[in-house]
């Protein structure tokens, strides 16, 4: 799943300020709200920095929570949340109700992995990646890259790498304007798609979708064509691959707070109605999304309205009649990542003041939350979840490592909850993302790939589990 990072768009004036996303991280507080358009991703990849560093400096020798973590939120609870940690005995939920997180047990010799972190895929002009991904069906993988030049314009090109070697194959497109690109994704068998994001002056005034069908012809194919409105911007996708369907989510941006959920064939350029979602915990944010391909229904996460200090919400949404089923979520707070397994109907997630990941059989409605193995505060909550549906695993990101401090995991799970390793060694974090961590799987060779090891965000890792 693919999410963008929450913002503050402001007006010119600094009026009619509200809660919108945007895909650089809320240490640069870019997208600046404009009555043309909304601030390009490359142009504002260094506002705002000196907030970043001086949160990021206030919460060294303070015990403070980091700022860049995955998906926090910007409200006036957010903001509180940011200067404080949660206590171990606020942990998550069961079916049962409200009751304390248990860690589990780690046992070095039985769950550590030594051999994971692999080779290293740099981008090719060294550039920030905006996105990547790769494709389970193929050898190849897509990226995006930005960087500022000397005179204001940006570099921005898009690239396809060998997954084995780490060697970048394919320049698809290279510009040195404003406009700047954004790996969505690979979907559906092998059909790649990135945005690029046209810029006048410094507001984006179009964006439009190229797809790369099959990703190994190494070239833009066709575009892909949302049926949305000049007020809606796509802000998130499942990554949806081995199903020709994917779900998309397109935030509200002409004040309304209407987002809308819609599923697409994104090789075929065809798409479902466009369901509009009026619930207010997910009206005026954006939540975590996964789609379940044999029910066809997206699912959607999202912190409870005005509190992310209680569990969360979860629902799910019918993509061909747009039916809303509301689900009462287990664990606290921001749910930072999600995915479901289409063939069990199973969900897990990680919240971010708990510290802890969730499993949830839809099918059954049992639930349940527990901590992150060995993790004790805030700083070592989880971000994103992908689905291994082959060997019916989770894994789960955890940029500051709670079984090996100092370094970045992967926590690998079955689908009972029951954690078969820990991979550490890595090093990856959200503070200067402009797309989020994401963790990028091959199940038929139990391998992936995840951001770093670069601080800069200029590097994605080969890793097995």
């Known amino acids: 799943m693919l999410r963008t990072y929450l913002a503050m768009?402001?007006?010119?004036?600094?009026?009619?300020?509200?809660?919108?996303?945007?895909?650089?991280?809320l240490q640069n507080m870019n997208r600046e709200n404009h009555e043309a358009g909304s601030l390009s991703d490359a142009t504002a990849s260094s506002t705002g920095h000196c907030l970043h560093v001086a949160l990021q400096r206030a919460a060294k020798g303070q015990g403070l929570p980091r700022v860049g973590v995955f998906r926090r939120w910007l409200t006036a609870a957010g903001l509180?949340?940011?200067?404080?940690?949660?206590?171990?005995?606020?942990?998550?939920?069961?079916?049962?109700?409200?009751?304390?997180?248990?860690?589990?047990?780690?046992?070095?010799?039985?769950v550590h992995s030594a051999a994971g972190p692999g080779h290293i895929v740099h981008s090719k002009f060294g550039g920030q990646i905006f996105g990547f991904d790769i494709d389970q069906n193929g050898t190849e993988g897509l990226l995006a890259e930005a960087q500022t030049l000397p005179g204001g314009k940006v570099l921005a090109a898009v690239e396809t790498f060998d997954q084995h070697t780490g060697k970048i194959l394919k320049v698809v497109a290279k510009t040195q304007t404003k406009d700047d690109f954004i790996t969505w994704?690979?979907?559906?068998?092998?059909?790649?798609?990135?945005?690029?994001?046209?810029?006048?002056?410094?507001?984006?005034?179009?964006?439009?979708?190229?797809?790369?069908?099959?990703?190994?012809?190494?070239?833009?194919?066709?575009?892909?064509?949302?049926?949305?409105d000049k007020d809606h911007i796509i802000e998130e996708a499942s990554r949806s691959q081995g199903t020709p369907n994917a779900a998309f989510w397109a935030i509200d941006n002409g004040g309304n707070f209407i987002p809308v959920v819609f599923g697409s064939d994104v090789a075929a350029n065809t798409f479902g109605p466009a369901v509009q979602v009026t619930d207010a915990n997910f009206a005026s944010v954006f939540p975590a999304l996964a789609y379940n391909r044999k029910t066809n229904k997206a699912i959607v996460a999202a912190p409870t309205l005005?509190?992310?200090?209680?569990?969360?919400?979860?629902?799910?949404?019918?993509?061909?009649?747009?039916?809303?089923?509301r689900i009462p979520g287990v664990g606290t707070g921001t749910v930072n990542g999600?995915?479901?397994?289409?063939?069990?109907?199973?969900?897990?997630?990680?919240?971010?003041?708990?510290?802890?990941?969730?499993?949830?059989?839809?099918?059954?409605?049992?639930?349940?939350?527990?901590?992150?193995?060995?993790?004790?505060?805030?700083?070592?909550?989880?971000?994103?979840v992908a689905v291994d549906a082959v060997n019916q695993l989770f894994l789960v990101a955890q940029p500051e490592s709670s079984t090996k401090p100092g370094t970045s995991s992967i926590h690998v799970y079955d689908e009972h909850g029951v954690l078969i390793k820990s991979i550490d060694g890595f090093h990856f974090s959200n503070r200067f993302n402009v797309v989020p961590l994401h963790l990028a799987l091959k199940p038929s060779n139990r391998t992936g790939f995840v951001d770093g090891p670069d601080d800069g965000v200029t590097e994605i890792q080969f890793f097995k589990y």
């Open 9 to 25: 768009r402001l007006t010119s004036q600094w009026k009619r300020a509200k809660l919108v996303p945007a895909r650089i991280g």
């Open 80 to 110: 509180f949340c940011f200067f404080c940690l949660a206590a171990p005995g606020g942990a998550g939920q069961s079916s049962a109700g409200r009751a304390e997180a248990t860690p589990l047990p780690v046992q070095a010799e039985e």
């Open 306 to 325: 005005g509190n992310p200090f209680v569990p969360p919400v979860l629902a799910t949404i019918n993509l061909k009649n747009g039916r809303f089923h």
């Open 185 to 228: 994704g690979v979907f559906g068998n092998s059909v790649g798609m990135v945005e690029k994001e046209k810029v006048k002056g410094i507001f984006v005034d179009k964006r439009v979708y190229h797809v790369l069908n099959p990703l190994n012809s190494n070239q833009f194919t066709g575009d892909w064509t949302p049926p949305i």
């Open 338 to 384: 999600i995915a479901v397994d289409s063939e069990t109907n199973i969900v897990c997630t990680t919240t971010e003041i708990d510290f802890s990941v969730q499993f949830y059989n839809l099918t059954t409605g049992d639930k349940f939350s527990q901590f992150l193995p060995g993790a004790t505060n805030q700083t070592q909550s989880g971000a994103d």
